[in-house]
Each structure stands twice: as structure tokens, then as C-alpha cells.
């Protein structure tokens, strides 16, 4: 049982926090692991702009409040997730009342107004901000991704603006851009460019997000040092935001295993073995790992990308035991 093993988040105290993310059911459902063994949270979804703030006049803060205050409760960190991101917004945040695009001005005003409110209301209680959510694209020459309508609506500047409100409304807040496939060669170059630029006008950005969802084949390991070394040369901290390690390949589309076999629960003991070994060689630069998931039953990886698909990439199984992947991270 957890409660016989030592507690992840103490043995990591000399390295970086350890986290994982949280929905308003896992306070609950998952209680005892996220007191004994997590000392940061994030919140799943209920900071995203849709949920938070769901009509031009609404904001609802319901279940960001009781996270944030169970986190008190329990003296755990807070990572505020995500403040601009193409996904999960609002429908009305981009639209005029004929139903079009709104101007830039207006979406400009829009982000700022809803920065402001979010980032002021968690002023001391969210150490960190993902200020801006996977803008770059990841492929083809473009640095930005184009499918996004605050780059369509406002163009380049609403990074260096997001992070402009951000620093206002909570100067001592540390903020990160954060981005998937960041150890993949073409798109780690694309994210270090973007973020350099930033540095180079003086925006206040303190951080970058690797989100890590990775899985037991990739990336290689010489590719995920590459990126820390790379993004760390920049003189920013980083952060490990959404760990997590798929049983399969993302081609890999099987759907027949009711349970793991052995050879991937080998395997991925393996790999967490090896990137929390890597983490630690970095410790300083690194100062948060965060696990997208408590447990095997909570992950969003079983209706992605396939729909109902079983995974098991966490570190506690389905039951909430400890898995080979956690005895291996606490064996050093
Ligand atoms: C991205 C987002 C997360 C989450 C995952 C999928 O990585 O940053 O908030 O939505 O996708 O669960």
C-alpha cells in the first residue's frame, strides 16, 4: 500500500517539487496520495479560460477556489494551467455580437481582462503561471502555430501581451510558456527561438514549460537532454509540467490488452528511471516535475488518441498502488 512506501514528494525535497494534476473528483478519489506523495498541484481543466470564465460577464471559480484551498490545507504548491491556449475557451471570447471575429483591440482588452482577474485573484496562493499554452506549430517553416485565433486575431504579440498582464497582475508570480514535443528536435529549436526573442525585448518570462508527454519508445533520452540543455541556456528555470508515459507508440493504434504486460511495465520502470535520474542531474535548472495524473485510473491517455483505449502511464497502478516505474525513482 502507499502509505508503506516512502513519500515521493520528500525524497525529491533536495531536487524539485513533485506534482501532479487534479480535477474536483481526485481531491477526493485520490486524497491519500496526493497528500503523501505531491507538493504541487494543478488543476486539470477549471483554469482553463472556458471553464473559469464562461460568459463575457461570468467567471466561475468554484472548483479552481477548492483546489487552491486544499492545496493550502495541505501545504502544497499551486501551478496556475493556462491563461491563453487555443483550446478549451469560450466560443463568445473570440466573437462580435454578428457572430464574426472580434478586432484586435477588442480580443487585446478581452485577454487583458481576464488575466488580470484570474492572475489577481490567486495573487500568493499560484507560484506559477502557464501564461501562454503551445503557440508553436509543430511542423512545416512556421515558428507559430496558425490554427490559433489569438494569432490570427492579434497576431504575434499576444505572447509578449499575455505575459505583460501576467507580470501585472502578480509581479512575484513565476511565468512559463509551456509546449508538447518539446524534445523533438524541429520543434524544441522553434520553442528556443520563440522564448529568446521574448527574452531579447524584455518580456517578463521566467520559465519553460516541458509538458513531457512521453511514452515507453520516445523520445530518446539524448533528445530530452538536449532540450534541457538547450532551454536552460537561456537562464530560465523549467518546469516538467504534464509527465506522463504511454504504453504505446503514438502510432501504435492496438486495442486488445485489458492490462500491461510485464515487458512494458519493465520498460517503463526503465524510462522513469532513467528521465527522473536525468531530472536530478539537473536539479536547479528543473524546480518542478509534475505528473499528469495521480494514479493509472485518472489519465487522460485512455480516450487518447485512441477512445477508450486502457494505458497505464502514471506511477500508482489503477488500484493506487505503487508501480516498478515508482519503486525504480525512489531507488537512488
Ligand atoms: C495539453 C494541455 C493540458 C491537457 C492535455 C491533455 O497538454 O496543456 O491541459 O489538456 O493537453 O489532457
Redesign the pocket.
Known amino acids: 500500500m502507499s502509505e508503506l512506501i516512502q513519500s515521493l514528494y520528500k525524497k525529491y525535497e533536495p531536487f524539485f517539487a513533485v506534482g501532479t494534476c487534479v480535477s474536483p473528483r481526485t481531491l477526493e478519489t485520490h486524497k491519500e496520495l496526493l497528500v503523501n506523495h505531491f507538493n504541487s498541484l494543478t488543476s486539470?481543466?477549471h483554469m482553463?479560460f472556458g471553464p473559469i470564465h464562461p460568459t463575457p460577464d461570468t467567471y466561475d471559480f468554484t472548483q479552481a477556489d477548492r483546489m487552491v484551498a486544499f492545496a493550502k490545507e495541505h501545504s502544497k504548491l499551486v501551478r496556475g494551467?493556462?491563461l491563453v491556449?487555443h483550446?478549451?475557451n469560450a466560443p463568445w471570447v473570440f466573437q462580435d455580437e454578428g457572430g464574426g471575429f472580434v478586432g484586435k483591440d477588442v480580443l487585446l482588452k478581452r485577454m487583458e481582462e481576464h488575466i488580470n482577474t484570474v492572475v489577481s485573484r490567486y495573487r500568493g496562493a499560484v507560484y506559477c503561471w502557464?501564461v501562454v499554452?503551445?503557440a508553436v506549430a509543430d511542423s512545416g517553416p512556421d515558428v507559430l502555430r496558425q490554427k490559433s485565433p489569438w494569432l490570427e486575431i492579434i497576431g504575434p504579440e499576444f505572447i509578449e501581451k499575455a505575459f505583460e498582464y501576467a507580470h501585472a497582475a502578480d509581479p512575484d508570480a513565476l511565468l512559463f510558456y509551456?509546449d508538447?514535443n518539446e524534445s523533438q528536435p524541429d520543434k524544441r529549436d522553434k520553442i528556443y527561438r520563440l522564448v529568446r526573442g521574448l527574452k531579447e525585448k524584455g518580456v517578463p518570462i521566467h520559465g519553460i514549460g516541458l509538458?513531457a508527454?512521453w511514452n515507453i519508445h520516445w523520445p530518446s533520452l539524448d533528445d530530452i537532454r538536449e532540450a534541457i540543455e538547450q532551454y536552460a541556456s537561456l537562464g530560465l528555470q523549467l518546469h516538467i509540467t504534464?509527465l506522463d508515459m504511454s504504453m504505446f507508440a503514438f502510432e501504435d493504434r492496438r486495442t486488445d490488452l485489458a492490462e500491461p504486460t510485464a515487458e512494458m511495465l519493465e520498460k517503463q520502470a526503465e524510462r522513469y528511471e532513467q528521465v527522473f535520474a536525468l531530472f536530478r542531474e539537473y536539479a536547479g535548472v528543473i524546480t518542478n516535475v509534475t505528473l499528469?495524473g495521480a494514479a493509472d485510473d485518472v489519465t487522460?491517455l485512455h480516450n487518447?488518441p485512441v477512445r477508450g483505449r486502457k494505458n497505464w502511464p502514471l506511477l500508482f497502478d489503477m488500484q493506487h498502488k505503487p508501480k516498478p516505474a515508482l519503486e525504480r525513482i525512489m531507488r537512488f
Open positions: 486539470e481543466n482553463k494551467h493556462t491556449w483550446n478549451q502557464d499554452n503551445e509551456n508538447y509538458q508527454h504534464e499528469w487522460w487518447f
